[in-house]
């Protein structure tokens, strides 16, 4: 073969591997594209992304959309940094690639107005079925931990890969977890993670080296006899202390810092049992800022500042809202906290020098979801949107509407009653005049000095009747579960919770002053709940017990409001539920409990009779069907029930379930079936005119959700961009 055939085959080989060798450039350059924007938005390297952004652009070719979308994403790193050079990137795009008219446009807007990039809020991903988010994100924004609530171990999920890595075993021995863990904070080198354990009834203080893939072994930092739960919010940058929070067998309350060497706990302050949402360290180490309650009557809180020494505290934000603290900005300048001052929740910033206020706070973004998961290194902020699956309340409205009783048909619409915190408002009751209807609002900010997740404040509403105008009215309460009642002579509500100090109990509210003042507390580690007054205000009517404990006996007890003398009306052993029973007839002569058998689980509702006598079943069903009490007809001759086949919550059907709606009279005649899907329904408050009912309308819970908001401050001070041309 002569020498010009082997020069023509030679070039032709190399025009076909051109395409070739294009292709896997092209695609090479797509890959390297993602690893800088991995870089940029979840290490925080920007510098390092510049750098991926510039070996994209070179290795490009012919995709001019992927140059130009580079050296769009490398400016923006750039104007981050507070480097000028962002400019000259945005003009070149525009300079060079004028056939790619969105990246065009966008440097445009950006040299035009010497733009900062864009503040961007995004979901990053949920929490696994089963688990329950606590702590905080890892500094690189990488790892959420959460607890698989199957057994109660601790995972971390990786936010980029979606993969989950199991960091504990050793609850998995317990059919219910007697073991299990709460609250885990990350090192800022992200290589250990701190966590607390409870081994019932105590709680420990753990970490664990996150070092290698495998199960990894667990040091116990602290534990004490005297110390009944203990978790940590946050790791010193130097790595030497962990800010936590405490409770104690008496019920005392704490904040303090454990060495993550020696183990030895300093405290720094006591606190009430409502503790702080979540304690952080200022990036230099020098302050921890959090939240506490305004007063002890009230759930909305303030936000501090306290020297980690402990010789100065600063009240750096106060003022009739609810503020949180939500993290420290990336360079220590600014205090980030959230906000419902202007009547939604919203991100502002506070700036700080030496630990102190300097200036007014100032309003980011006027609309924010989420507990605190602190700022990550990248300067973003994330957040935990929390859905409660235990609690009914997920998300819920006021409605009102009239309703025949026969038929269980609405005679109206139902109206949303309460337009303030849409979405917040539950479990409605009306006086007994009927010209007010009290309700429930959610506030999912206070910590229950659990500081794991967020738990569910409730702030109570009244609405009048007549004029639609709404007062709310704080407390100072843990309202759990979730229930209010009015007095008889309508000047008060009942309730059932904790107070500030941890006791458990029943409670009265004057609506008046505001006040509130104990009814009886708990002596042992039973419950109080459901209080229930008779129409003449002499008696009062409530359950004692042990939840969820089928070993153990619960009482209906009948107490005279004067004197304080009990008697037992009903003693079982089994299950009580925990919704609004004991619910009393409106003639006053029996009371609704519902209960649970300890032998089948089949729920049952009984009627209790006031005077005296033995109980009588009304209502029993076999599972997997529940049974959930809806009210007494306005005449006391029968009872509305709402009967599924799907798990109920407190006091609410299903969202979403087919459910039915029974009508069953008290003289033995036949049930009905009414023409009422319930679905989602709290239990209805009777309009004493015995025309209307009031209730909550509930959605399905969701999975906890991990938040991330980005680009949210402007460039440090002296780094703005140049606006020369």
Partial sequence: MNRSILLLIAAALVAGLQPMRAQQSAAQAEKLLASAQHKATIDGDLKGAIEDYKKVVAAAGANRALAAQALVRMAECYQ????????RVYERVVREFADQKEFVALAEARIGRSEPARMTSRRITSVPVGGVGYGTVSPDGRYFPYTNWEYGDLFVRDLVTGTDRRLTNLSA???KPSQFSVQAAFSKDGRQIAYGWVVAPKTELRIIDLAGTGLPQP????????VANIWPDDWSPDGKWLAVQLRRVDKTAQMGLVGVHDG?????????????????????????AYDLPASDTDNR???????????REVKAVADPGNDVVMGWSADGSALLFSSDRTGTVGLWRLRVADGRPNGAPELIKPQIDGAPLGVGKNGALYSLVHHPRFNAAVSADVQVAAFDFETGRLLSPPETAVQRFVGTNNFPTWSPDGKQLAYLSMRQTATEGGGAATKNSFIIGIRATQTGHVREMPTGLNLYPPTIRWSADGRSLLTHGRDNKGRQGLFRINVETETVSVIALSADDGELRSPSESSDGKRLYYMHGYVGDADR?????????????ERELLRERGIFAPGPAPMLSPDGQWLLVSTVSPATQAPTLKLVPVRGGQPQEIVHVDLPRRVALQGWTPDGRAILVAVSDTFQG????????ATELWRVPLDGSERRKLDLNVAGMTPFSVHPDGGQIAYGLTERAKDDEVWVLENFLPAPAGKKESTRN
């Fill in 301 to 311: 809180r303030d936000v501090f500042i306290l020297a980690t020494d402990g010789s």
């Fill in 650 to 657: 407190i006091g609410v059907t299903a969202p979403g379930a």
């Fill in 219 to 226: 040091r116990r930092l602290f534990g004490s006899d005297d």
């Fill in 264 to 288: 030895v706990l300093h405290i720094l302050k006591s606190v009430d049992w409502r503790g702080a949402t979540r304690i952080m360290f200022s990036p230099d180490g020098r302050y921890l």
């Fill in 553 to 565: 006996e619960f009482a209906v007890i009948e107490r005279d409001v004067i004197t304080g003398t």
């Fill in 173 to 175: 021995q317990y059919a």
């Fill in 80 to 87: 981050r940094l507070g480097d000028a050079e962002a400019r």
